[in-house]
């Protein structure tokens, strides 16, 4: 069975920089709504309005539907590395169909993958806890690329430093970053146009 999230999103803000997160960006955190809605109903439906799409299962829709979706300028896209099986080749053909946020929760694609992915026009999420991607690498990957890192585990302030440092946008959830309100105020005090808070 597909786990497709869907929802409706109109947008008055143009995507001009990294510093304004992907609008797609929190909707495909989420796990608790889905649709069944064809290829063809979300490709009509996006004719009058902004469709948000949020691909986190392997299911009906395949790499070709996918693509579709994708040439679609009123759709935004969102893809899972962990709950998808896409290969990174794979990844880099539907980067160039059209843009869509690769959401890096797995630790299946290597780092000269996602860079490869990134340079063919996908948008990269890296998410801590579950990349396995060292610090060492996420610089690497910040040089190649800009791209945002979703803090959802443990991590220092000295780190996160390093990070905005490095130009990557940095999303810290208060909850799981194990962070102070010091610690997020100095990390934000580097560059407050590359940090995000959220719950």
Known sequence: MKALIFSFLISFLALSSWAALPPQFSECLRENSATNMSVADLREIARVSTVTYCQNAVGLVGKADTIQLLQSPNINVGISVAKTTYSASDFVDLARAGSFVLYVDGARLT????????????????????????????LALAAAKPFVLNVNSATTAADLRDYVAAGIQVVIRSSQSALSRADIMTVAAANSALVTVMP
């Open 111 to 138: 780092v000269p993958n996602i860079i490869s992915i990134a340079q063919a026009g996908a948008q990269i999420v890296v998410m801590t806890a579950s990349s396995g991607i060292s610090k060492t690498d996420l």
